[in-house]
């Protein structure tokens, strides 16, 4: 019973790195080519093809092996380097105030009186 309920831990853990590494992937699909060589970024298709054996290898391999934490390692380096460094060249993401902007702005700019 105690090793069944560790399978059930590990598969479940092994899922939600699998769906990390396909967010990852797909917000890297979304974002513009130009975008990573404006924040100085290897190229888009360069993290297209790291993210996407990321989330393969991820998925058909066990978690004890070596490749899945490769993978896991490109995937935490794109979402902590990478992916912010793109929002800001893209002038931030939905309601992000960090990049700048007066209290006194609205959604669409300063508010006029």
Do not use: H, N
Request: proline letters at 4%.
């Amino acid at each position: 019973m105690l090793i069944t309920g560790f399978f059930g831990v590990l598969a479940l853990l092994s899922w939600g790195l699998f769906l990390f590494a396909l967010f990852a992937f797909i917000d890297s699909a979304i974002r513009r080519e130009d975008a990573y060589r404006a924040a100085d970024k290897k190229t888009k298709p360069f993290w297209l093809i790291v993210l996407g054996l990321a989330a393969v290898v991820m998925k058909f391999f066990s978690i004890f092996s070596f490749l899945p934490v490769i993978g896991l390692i490109a995937v935490i380096v794109y979402m902590v380097d990478v992916r912010p460094a793109l929002k800001q060249v893209s002038g931030g993401g939905r309601g992000d105030r960090r990049g700048g902007g007066s209290s006194s702005d609205g959604p669409y700019g300063p508010f006029s009186r």
